[in-house]
């Protein structure tokens, strides 16, 4: 295998960050949860200074699966009717892709995320970085890329208001 992979692998991998920005931009959170592997997934939103500094606080720290499935709970139960409505659009380019064992790549792309409130103006929510591990499950023609790890370190030190959905 190459450093890279082969094509169906990176096509996998497209196709995972697709469903995933796809999920978050209808809010749905149930697609975003199934990004993830089902036995074992993380998911963080951690400032870059805090990730610069090695400090563990994060915005959003789902270290495990049943984190990841509680967040869904929380956006879709409990936090419904709490929260100004807001939209977002995702735009991430893989930057790099580089093979971390069998199966797996540890993939960095960069992101930018647009919001709009309802009735309000589209500005930019954050920009920043996802640093990845991807696993490829299946065998095959019939095989689909999963986070094992996502990691979203965004840019800003503040962000422009509360944060519901993850990004």
């Given amino acids: 295998m190459s450093k890279t992979g082969n094509l169906g692998h990176l096509a996998a991998i497209d196709a995972l960050h697709t469903a995933y920005v796809a999920a978050l931009d209808k809010g749905d959170m149930a697609a975003w949860a199934a990004t993830f592997a089902a036995d074992q997934a993380s998911h963080f939103c951690i400032s870059s200074e805090n990730d610069r500094r090695g400090f563990p606080l994060a915005l959003m720290y789902d270290d495990c699966r049943g984190r990841i499935d509680d967040r869904v709970s929380f956006v879709t139960k409990v936090w419904v009717g709490t929260y100004e409505p807001y939209r977002t ?31 309000g103006a589209t500005t930019v929510l954050t920009s920043g970085e996802y640093r990845d591990l991807i696993e490829i499950q299946g065998d095959g023609d ?26």
Wanted: no cysteine; charged share 25%.
């Fill in 89 to 119: 659009r995702h735009f991430i380019q893989r930057l790099s892709m580089d093979a971390a064992g069998t199966n797996q790549y540890r993939v960095t792309s960069g992101f930018t995320i647009m919001m709009t409130p309802e009735g």
């Fill in 142 to 167: 019939k095989f689909r890329a999963v986070f094992r790890e996502r990691r979203a370190v965004y840019d800003a030190d503040v962000l422009p208001r509360y944060i519901v959905f993850p990004f």
